[in-house]
Every structure is written in structure tokens, then in C-alpha cells.
């Protein structure tokens, strides 16, 4: 062998071990890659996931949120709904002669106290008519009506000198309304 055919020979074995070498880490690199790919995938999937997971949990406390706020606007208007009802049944009352003849009745259980009686100021000539045309006819007096009104729908407010009586429209209405209420809910707002 000469020395030409040595180095040839050499140089084919290196070509041949460097042939395999790049095959080796062409396969070592593409097993890499695809191993790196499969753990980008699954970390996708994962991040995929967790992010649905958080629309889900966002989707369904923004419908909550807005389901309680829609309940809390229908509650408001059926409240609305049902304090007109009673607004209008106190404008009702207030022209009803009975009802002045209750507050008649209710003034004149008042004779013989010490106090005054308190009314709203669309109702003082009426109740000082009223407190006149009993003290008249009665031996014990009415009390008189104080100097200021009563911030009231109607009726009146006595303040004695131990106690107060509050025979107000509104707190009459209020009574009612407290006992009549859930009729008057089941019937004016039906459950489906």
C-alpha cells in the first residue's frame, strides 16, 4: 500500500464515519425536534385548557352577576309596582269620607289628653275643623293641632306628654300592606 492509498483509505473511512455521525445526529436531532414538538403540543393542550377553564369560570360569574343583577331590577320594579298600588289606595282613601270619619272617631278618643296633634298641611284645615266641631260638643277637649305639620300621607300624629299615637295613614297602610303583601305578591306576580 502506498502511502496515497493509506490516506485515501483513511480519508474514506473518515467520509464513512462522518457520514454516519451526521445520520446519527440527523436522527438524534429529529428526536429532539419531535420530542420537543410532542411537549409544545401538550403544553398548547394545557394552556388550551387552562384558558377554557377560566372562560368557563368567567363566562359563569359574569352570568351569575348578571342573572342576580336582572332578579335585583325585577324586584325593584315590582316594588315600584306595588308601592303605586298603595300610593294609590292612600289618594283614594283620603277622598273617602269614612276614612274621615275614622280620624273623627280617632280624634275624639283623644279628649282629655294633654298633647298636641301633629297632620300633613293639606289636611290642617280639615282636622282643625274637625278638633273645633268635637271640642264643641264634648265636656273633655281635643288637643289642638300643633304649629308645625307632620311630614304624613294623612291622618294625624299625636304627642302626649308621656307617649305618642301614631294613627298616620301611612303607618295604617303599613300595617295593611305588612299583612296583605304576600297575597297581593303571589296574586299580582305569579311564579311560572
Known sequence: MTLENIRNHIIEQAKAEASRAREETLREADRIIASAREEADREFHSAIERLQAELDAALDQETGRLRAAQRMELLKLKSRILDEIFARAAGKLLSNERYWERVREQLEELAGQEGQVLCRSEDRERVSRIIRELNGRLDRKVPGL????????????????????????????EVFREKVLPELVAKTFPEK
Open 146 to 173: 300643633a304649629r308645625d305639620p307632620a311630614g304624613i300621607r294623612g291622618g294625624f300624629v299625636f304627642q302626649g306628654r308621656g307617649f305618642d299615637v301614631d294613627v298616620s295613614l301611612d303607618s295604617q297602610l
